[in-house]
């Protein structure tokens, strides 16, 4: 349980997060400049498009500066109720690395299946092992041109934001959660 002290600091740390404006919190040499990430999810993608470029654009512009990202692979599926399954690798800015999985429910008005190469950006990510746990999220809310996607999961003053470039057909909206694991697991929840 958490005392007292630690939960109003907890508290103050999330209240001067949510105070300052994304841009002004950042330090620079802890975060990714917006060519550096680019060229990352070029060499990831093994391609650049217009698309993914504008992509991260928008995502700098309404984010700022990410300190941290994940390059993986994914595959979902869904009828009504869907099936999220990813792995990949974090690389944080200031240093350090660690293997990622995934995987999460979801419901909705959502038909079809996809695979997709993923480059999830990062932002106020304290530590590696800050990743594991589950972010809320909503898919076919999410900006999409020239065949890349972006939409955003918020947790506890972290927000990562999934860029997709796939092949499938997929349509609908759906809300659920994605859970970032140590080790892969076919349970969704």
Request: glycine share 14%.
């Amino acid at each position: 349980m958490i005392d007292r002290r630690q939960h109003l600091q907890h508290l103050a740390a999330l209240a001067a997060t949510a105070a300052l404006p994304a841009r002004a919190a950042e330090d620079k040499d802890g975060t990714y400049d917006q060519e550096s990430v680019l060229q990352a999810a070029t060499d990831f993608f093994g391609q650049t498009t217009e698309g993914l470029a504008k992509v991260i654009e928008k995502a700098f512009k309404e984010q700022g500066r990410p300190n941290a990202y994940i390059r993986g692979e994914e595959a979902s599926g869904a009828v009504t109720v869907g099936l999220r399954y990813g792995d990949g690798e974090l690389l944080m800015k200031g240093g350090g690395s660690s293997k990622v999985y995934w995987a999460g429910p979801s419901i909705g008005f959502d038909v079809g299946g996809n695979a997709s190469k993923v480059f999830t950006l990062i932002y106020h990510l304290p530590r590696t092992s800050a990743i594991y746990q589950r972010f809320p999220g909503v898919d076919g809310s999410l900006y999409y041109i020239g065949g890349a996607g972006i939409n955003y999961q918020r947790l506890k003053g972290i927000t990562l934001a999934p860029i997709r470039l796939g092949v499938g057909l997929r349509a609908g909206a759906s809300v659920g959660y994605i859970h970032y694991r140590r080790e892969k697991s076919i349970n969704p929840f």
